[in-house]
């Protein structure tokens, strides 16, 4: 049993983290919502601490260095699709999974062409059409999507585009945690701190729980990306759900912490809410998500020391 | 790098384990403490069975009666005991806490008088921490131990104490301090509970028998000999063996187990029961296996001899909440027959039904998740303890 991430994944999380906050953190989010410079300063930030280099599909190693650029990057919610162009299927083609009846892709301006696939695997071309035009997707565009002939995405590119996608809103989830225990430590009320009160504090300690579950189910997930032999999707849908309902939930009290401030844009907390909305909800909600994971269970199971097969294996 | 496999040694001992519990027990057995004397009886005569393989305290040292497992082992111990319905019996507390406090705090003379019974899973023992007025502020305990001569003199009373009415010995937590010390004025003895002076009554309760008792106390006579550590340092081994307690049932095993066995006992009405119920169910199989990734990385943590309060509270937050979801989840899958009585036929003999009623406690017993959560934020928070 090994849970902890190596060193060097941690290492790198820290350089990028760095870079992100030098190049202006959420601030450079912000600001892209109306400069489309910030997009290409992000990819220029990225590209020089490596992001060009990282395989994900090669094994654990470059997956896990995948996964924690992911998250530092949904951290500072940057402006750029990150696990897209990590699991881009050429140069100057990222990968994105779609609902293909309402196609949508979030930082979809970063290329003139995608490769687009449903969870089911149906895989297409897809081509920028329109901005969507609000305000909790600045940056998500509808697509044309043309169905690749005989084609079909690979398990594992589905598998690492859930679970990349879970990475992203751990960060998100991450940070906005981050910045309800500043808010709630210094904001005062009745003349005391906000996190003098017990049920403030006991939320927090949930969102907590909740965060550090996802993170281990995060590792979990992306480890069985490579070990898991069956054509299953159970572990990156089971992640997919559980970043969905903790991040969800995480910034929606993070964002009632800070009252009428948390609505501001000059407040992290509203930003993160409104650029976490396609992440959470594409290429399929909450609903969906956990109609498409019963599913899989049903057929393939999901391993734990008490699941049937194992049950078996272990008399 | 990532690895999430027990190692060869773990999963062979789970098949042993599973092959000797399904040997030992019909399959309608649910744990000690129900109001058939004999399934008591049957945990005691199991525990040693146990103990004579060597798997009682699998991961206790050598020289105290153990097999110097891994704590991997231990966890596969922890997970399989449980998921079975705690075949231990009461035995699990003098495994799980008693005797790793007894290692780290006890004289030479406690060690050796203590440790070989717990080993050999001969003796029960009780903990005799909370008071009508000392729930969750423990340390606002105020059962006094009075210095009388050369010993001790014990009068308080103590509640929700379980297996006070079986256990051959308790934990005894008393007041040595003056009446306002807080948490620097508690010592721990350990007490034989056929000594004068104590007086058990149980208390009827949803969880069945055994489980909730008041003691009495009146001039217990206490040697020196019998305290835990030193006087007034009973609060951080009361702190170090609850940290010890929170990760050590795993709940989330039974839940993972009755998951399952729900699936398989509405296999034939599975396709027809409600959509949503279904999803529930597999949600619920989700948060068990986030429950049980918090159990280990409290493990992998203390493996390392690390530091473990918030991921031991945090697990502990998890895996109870986990627990009563599935109860849930459960109940709803199977409508009005979660009310069955194992007399009446309950499916898979009652298991969920027993599940409910012990799921609602789990929130509670040892520790209320009100006080996880306070550790828990103040470390986020960075602030001091209160009190």
Not at chain 1, 69 to 94: D, I, K, M, N, Y
Not at chain 2, 42 to 51: E, N, P
Not at chain 2, 343 to 354: K, N, V
Not at chain 2, 371 to 379: C, D, L
Request: net charge negative.
């Amino acid at each position: 049993m090994r849970i902890e991430l190596p060193e060097a994944a941690l290492d790198f999380g820290r350089v990028a983290d760095g870079a992100l906050r030098d190049l202006g953190g959420v601030d450079l989010a912000r600001s892209a919502e109306s400069d489309l410079g910030a997009a290409a300063r992000a990819r220029e930030c990225l590209a020089s601490i490596g992001l060009y280099d990282i395989d994900p599909r090669g094994g654990l190693d470059d997956a896990v260095a995948a996964a924690e650029l992911c998250r530092v990057g949904g951290s500072h919610a940057v402006p750029f699709p990150l696990a897209g162009v990590l699991l881009r299927t050429s140069a100057e083609t990222p990968f994105s999974l779609v609902d293909a009846r309402h196609p949508i892709i979030d930082h979809a301006r970063a290329a003139e062409t995608w490769t687009a696939a449903t969870i089911e695997g149906d895989l297409f071309d897809a081509e920028p059409v329109a901005a969507v035009e609000s305000k909790v997707a600045p940056f998500a565009m509808t697509v044309r999507l043309r169905p690749v002939a005989g084609g079909a995405a690979s398990v594992l590119d589905r598998r690492l585009g859930l679970v990349l996608g879970a990475y992203h809103l751990l960060g998100i989830g991450q940070r906005a945690l981050k910045v309800a225990i500043e808010h709630t430590k210094v904001r005062k009320q009745f003349g005391q701190p906000l996190s003098d009160f017990q049920v403030i504090r006991h939320s927090l300690a949930d969102l907590s729980v909740g965060l550090e579950g996802l993170d281990l189910l995060c590792r979990f997930s992306l480890w069985s990306t490579f070990t898991d032999t069956s054509p299953s999707l159970v572990d990156a849908l089971s992640v997919r759900l559980e970043a969905q309902r903790v991040v969800k939930h995480t910034l929606r009290t993070a964002q009632q912490f800070h009252g009428a401030s948390g609505f501001a844009d000059e407040y992290d907390i509203s930003v993160l809410v409104r650029h976490a909305q396609p992440g959470l909800r594409l290429p399929t909600d909450r609903g969906a998500t956990i109609a498409l994971l019963r599913t899989a269970i049903e057929e393939f199971g999901f391993a734990g020391p008490f699941s049937p097969a194992e049950e078996r294996t272990a008399r | 790098m990532l690895d999430f496999t027990t190692g060869e040694s773990a999963a062979e001992l789970r098949g042993r384990l599973r092959r000797m519990v399904a040997e030992f027990f019909p399959p309608d057995f649910l744990g000690a403490f129900t109001d058939d004397p004999a399934d008591l009886a049957m945990t005691q005569r199991f525990s040693r069975l146990l103990a004579d393989e060597g798997l009682l305290t699998v991961a206790w040292p050598r020289e105290f009666g153990g097999s110097d497992g891994s704590v991997w082992e231990q966890t596969v111990v922890r997970e399989e005991m449980w998921a079975h319905h705690e075949p231990r019996g009461a035995q699990y507390m003098g495994l799980n806490w008693v005797g790793p406090a007894i290692m780290a705090y006890g004289t030479a003379e406690q060690k050796a008088r203590h440790l070989p019974p717990i080993a050999t899973g001969e003796t029960i023992w009780c903990q005799g921490f909370s008071e009508p007025e000392a729930g969750s502020d423990l340390a606002s305990l105020q059962t006094r131990a009075v210095r009388v001569g050369d010993h001790w003199e014990i009068t308080g009373q103590k509640i929700w104490t379980s297996y006070a009415g079986m256990a051959g010995w308790c934990v005894l937590a008393a007041r040595t301090g003056a009446k306002d010390s807080g948490r620097r004025g508690i010592s721990l003895f350990l007490i034989p509970m056929d000594r004068e002076g104590i007086t058990v009554r149980p208390l009827r309760a949803m969880l069945g028998p055994h489980h909730l008792n008041e003691c009495f106390f009146d001039s217990v006579v206490a040697t020196d000999g019998e305290l835990l550590g030193e006087p007034g340092a009973g609060w951080s081994v009361m702190k170090t063996a609850l940290a010890h307690e929170r990760v050590g049932i795993a709940r989330y095993a039974r839940c993972e187990r009755l998951l399952w066995s729900l699936r398989d006992v509405l296999r034939h009405e599975w396709g027809e029961l409600d959509e949503g119920g279904r999803n529930d169910w597999a949600g619920a199989l989700v948060q068990v296996r986030v429950a049980r990734l918090l159990a280990y990385r409290v493990v992998e943590r203390q493996e390392g001899n690390n530091v473990v309060d918030l991921e031991a509270s945090q697990a502990r937050i998890a895996s109870t909440a986990c627990d009563q979801l599935v109860a849930e989840v459960m109940s709803q899958l199977l409508g009005p027959r979660s009310l069955l009585g194992p007399a009446a036929g309950a499916p898979s003999y009652g298991a969920f039904e027993d599940h409910w009623r012990y799921a609602q406690a789990a929130t509670v017993a040892s520790g209320t998740t009100e006080i996880q959560r306070e550790i828990v934020s103040r470390e986020l928070l960075g602030r001091q303890a209160v009190g």
